[in-house]
């Protein structure tokens, strides 16, 4: 069973940028299959921000849109996103998945305060 395991995470001001990364245990897993971001704040349910499809497509939610980028690495078995211009509102744990299998990682806590 392929594993993943988010990193990147921390305290960032208001206005600053992070990067996350998601590193899966199988090689080119990210070329058979559409990795997604995930975040789910405090008391709120888990919500979808960013898909990056098999054919390089990508897709985001439009409260990340403009300042997010979702990305992977040419061996197939990291994801990233690029989160710029952050906001208060953007604190909460991100997750990525394997949307084709369902897997998901343990996720990385972000949290944006001045």
């Known amino acids: 069973q392929v594993q993943l395991v988010e990193s990147g995470g921390g305290l960032v001001q208001p206005g600053g940028s992070l990067r996350l990364s998601c590193t899966a245990s199988?090689?080119?897993?990210?070329?058979?299959?559409?990795v997604g971001w995930y975040r789910q704040a405090p008391g709120k349910e888990r919500a979808w921000v960013a898909t990056?499809?098999?054919?390089?497509?990508?897709t985001y939610a439009d409260s990340v849109k403009g300042r997010f980028r979702i990305s992977r690495d040419d061996h197939g078995n990291t994801a990233f996103l690029q989160m710029d211009n952050l906001e208060p509102e953007d604190t909460a744990t991100y997750y990525c998945?394997?949307?084709?299998?369902?897997?998901w990682g343990q996720g990385t806590q972000v949290t944006v305060a001045s």
């Open positions: 199988s090689r080119n897993i990210f070329f058979f299959n559409d």
């Open positions: 990056h499809g098999v054919n390089y497509e990508t």
């Open positions: 998945v394997l949307i084709n299998r369902g897997v």
